[in-house]
């Protein structure tokens, strides 16, 4: 393939020692804002009457470490009357984390959040019989089913929406025929939990426990929502299950949990979100007694790392890095990954691409992403060889380092900075020297490094002038400026001097 042609800027690049790459920095300390809610609900129908019991705890803090809290459970005696239609609306409100529902029909008992594959959760519980607006700490990553579900004399009534980020507000006109009931407190308890901080490992399984349910989560590499865009995340997902079926007896219990990490600038991680979600339902039919059970209980926190960057994605893909899946987002910013992101820097192979290097647990490889979502490996390669000469372009004569290197596919090599002067790099084809694109080359800790689809002979030519002086990088830009600047400041105190 021919290269194309370097600019003149490479001048300022050696004389002001700037690399041509980035990694955005991250906050070295960033700060924790941890969100935590636990909600309970059960309704429960034997020969003696209706009980209905909920609890919850919620709490905001900037401590990630263990935390013990305290929260209070409420019983209640269920008293039903005459079955009446109720009109009304019923408003959605979604946003980060949070969901707020106000409800002009009454018994609200619970709101239930369902993703499959995603999430389950209990996003609120309790008891409303006036119109009244509701707020749970919420996620979901692409569209879920809202269920909310009115207490119903034994037994409840749903209302279900379906709800996305693509809409913030739901309006919905009901007609709901409901059991009226009414609240009767006979007694309440108060307990303590203790909630713990953990972090998974990346690309390592992990083990959930609720409710003396253990399981263990294999990991999911993917993109989630987060704060208005999509990320590089991993998620985490088991389940237990048990049931009995007889004739007199039907029980069933099924726990749920999940976990979502989110990755923004270089790696980093954004927020950590961890959910647990158990359903329990038991129905005996006796000659001694009858009973019927049903309970839903989940806790979700969140943990957010202010501070650290993320944008909106121009290139997604997956690579494959000795393995494992690693997805790469190339923003505006830099790159985002489930990966750690060591290096980035863009290239022109083809079409203009980004070299990133993807670390995945220790190893890690150079690839280039293109625009297409597509990528390449790209191999280091040692030079076999480097010697200077001088070389004659365009009839004048120039010190150049001779450098053959080799290898398949994409290479990139280094050769140490000859000169703090201008350079450009050609390579040897049939048609003569071909200078190359002036992305494909740059200086990086006092070494010329070159990425290239490989030749046999390059040349790092000194105090060459190149052709394409007209092409500005990126990187130039903030230095020209600074200049444009220097220029403007010296001509108004010249104009004051001269008053």
């Given amino acids: 393939m021919n290269g194309k042609k370097i600019f ?32 309970m609900s059960r309704l429960m129908v034997t020969h003696s009457g209706i009980t209905y019991d909920y609890s919850y705890t919620a709490y905001n803090t900037t401590n990630e470490q263990q935390s013990t809290i305290s929260y209070t459970s409420f019983h209640y005696a269920v ?36 993703e499959p594959n995603v999430i389950e959760e209990v996003v609120w519980a309790g008891f409303l019989n006036t119109t009244s607006t509701i707020s749970g700490l919420a996620y979901f990553n692409s569209s879920a089913e809202l269920v909310l579900q009115f207490l119903n004399g034994s037994t409840f009534a749903n209302v279900t929406l379906t709800i996305s980020h693509k809409t913030s507000q739901y309006v919905l006109s009901e007609s709901l025929p409901l059991v009226k009931v009414s609240l009767q407190k006979i007694g309440e308890a108060s307990f303590t939990l203790t909630v713990n901080s953990t972090t998974p490992e990346r690309y390592k399984k992990i083990h959930f426990e609720s409710e003396g349910v253990q399981a263990e989560a294999p990991y999911n590499v993917t993109v989630a929502y987060y704060n208005g865009t999509y990320v590089p995340a991993m998620i985490w997902e088991g389940e237990g299950q048990g049931s009995i079926s007889l004739p007199s007896l039907q029980a069933e219990e099924n726990v749920e949990f999940s976990a979502i990490e989110f990755f923004g600038i270089n790696g ?20 001694l007694f009858n009973v019927t059970f049903n309970q839903v209980e989940s806790h979700i926190r969140v943990v957010i790392n202010e501070g ?33 992101v060591n290096f980035y820097h863009p290239v022109y192979i083809v079409y203009p691409a980004s070299l990133v290097y993807v670390n995945v647990s220790g190893s890690g490889e150079y690839v280039i992403i293109y625009p297409n979502s597509s990528y390449v490996t790209v191999s280091v390669v040692t030079p076999q060889s480097v010697s200077v000469s001088n070389v004659t372009i365009g009839g004048k004569s120039y010190t150049a380092q001779v450098v053959n290197a080799s290898g398949s596919g994409y290479i990139m090599f280094n050769v140490s900075l000859l000169r703090n002067e201008s350079f450009a790099v050609f ?19 006092g070494k010329v490094v070159v990425v290239d689809d490989p030749s046999t002979t390059y040349y790092v030519v000194y105090g060459y002038t190149s052709a394409s002086s007209g092409v500005m990088s990126n990187y130039i830009i903030p230095i020209v400026g600074i200049i444009v600047v220097l220029v403007i400041v010296g001509a108004v105190l010249l104009l004051l001097k001269r008053k």
């Fill in 308 to 340: 650290v960057p993320y944008a909106k994605a121009k290139t997604m893909s997956m690579v494959n890095i000795n393995g494992n899946i690693a997805i790469v987002s190339i923003t505006n910013n830099g790159v985002e990954s489930t990966a750690n």
């Fill in 427 to 445: 390579k040897q084809t049939a048609d003569g020297m071909v200078e190359l694109n002036p992305e494909d080359y740059f200086v990086y800790h």
């Fill in 8 to 39: 003149a800027s490479s001048l300022l690049v050696v004389l002001f020692l700037i690399p041509m790459f980035s990694l955005v920095p991250t906050a070295q300390t960033p700060k924790h804002i941890v969100m935590y809610q636990q909600y």
């Fill in 268 to 287: 980093s991680t954004l927020a950590y979100l961890e959910n647990a979600f158990s359903s329990s339902y038991l129905s005996h039919q006796g000659f």
């Fill in 79 to 114: 008293e039903t009357g005459k079955l009446q239609t109720y009109t009304g609306n019923i408003v959605v409100t979604v946003s980060p984390f949070s969901i707020n529902v106000t409800s002009q029909i009454p018994q609200l008992a619970r709101v239930l959040l369902i």
